[in-house]
């Protein structure tokens, strides 16, 4: 017996061709047969759950990016049965597909469900990657936008400067995610009214994306009206003015005079010139947006 696995081996170590493979398996017929077999059978699960488990996830982040939520939460919640079954107990690919089912959640108000879920994906995370890492402060900013949306802003502030924190070290102080962090505690502070603590968040937040950007890049236009407003709320109205201006030449300069997003700013202006007694030049910029919307409704 030991002369014949001996023989087997040593012939299948000198195999070159599918040729010789044939052979060896007419010569030795069902053991080698069998032993195929085994190791495929061990191998073909644990491949095909995880593709699955794979399929299923790039499916819910489609369906959430088409806004299809409904939809999302379904397959979310089957990527997460595959994973729990595919994958060990504190796999990141778990914490994956918690995050996300999370974010579905979040969609329909289902606080209640989604926060465990932030939290169990959390706790994942800090113990594969360290306390310190974007995937830890990824989830540390849906945790606050899950607390924003509850109009819970001390929780949500608590989360976001967290987050903010550890993206500064991770990332670097100029990166996108900073900016749009940045972006979120002057949405916060700005939601509260507090306008004199939400500018120098817009503030930064331009900065950086001014220089990771560039300063044509029709997302600064957008933080650049954001701030306008904030100043026309101040009473600080010639700043106010010229971000304005200034992003309605970016927005210009980058999609033509009939964009919708045009239609949107040129309201904002008119508001800002009804509240500051220049009646004229609004009335003339509600018709102005009047008309980029019915060229996009015929």
Known sequence: M?????????????????????????????????????????ALPAYTQENAWKELYGEAVSLLQKKRYADGIKTGEEALKAAKKTFSA???????????LGILYRTYGRYTEAEPLF????SIYKESYGATNPNVADVLQEIAEMFFLQDKYAKAESFYKESLGMYE??????????????????????????????IPFYKKALVIEEKTLGSDHPDIASAMSNLATLYYYQGENV?????????????????????PLIATLLEKMAEFYEGTGRKKEAKQL?????????NYEK
Do not use: W
């Open 90 to 100: 504190n796999d990141v690919r778990i914490a994956d597909s918690m995050n996300l």
């Open 286 to 294: 509600i018709e102005q947006a009047k008309k980029i919307y019915s």
């Open 169 to 198: 070290q991770t990332l670097g102080p100029d990166h996108p995610a900073v900016a749009s962090v940045l972006t979120r505690l002057g949405e916060l502070y700005q939601d509260q009214k507090k306008y004199a603590e939400a």
């Open 239 to 259: 700043t106010a003015e010229n971000l304005y201006k200034q992003a309605l030449g970016i927005y210009e300069k980058g999609y033509g005079k009939d964009h």
């Open 2 to 42: 030991d002369f014949f696995y001996k023989n087997m081996i040593k012939e299948i170590g000198e195999m070159v061709t599918f040729v010789d493979c044939l052979k060896l398996l007419c010569r030795y017929g069902v053991k080698v047969f069998f032993i195929s077999v085994l190791f495929g059978a061990c």
């Open 119 to 122: 939290n169990q994906a959390l």
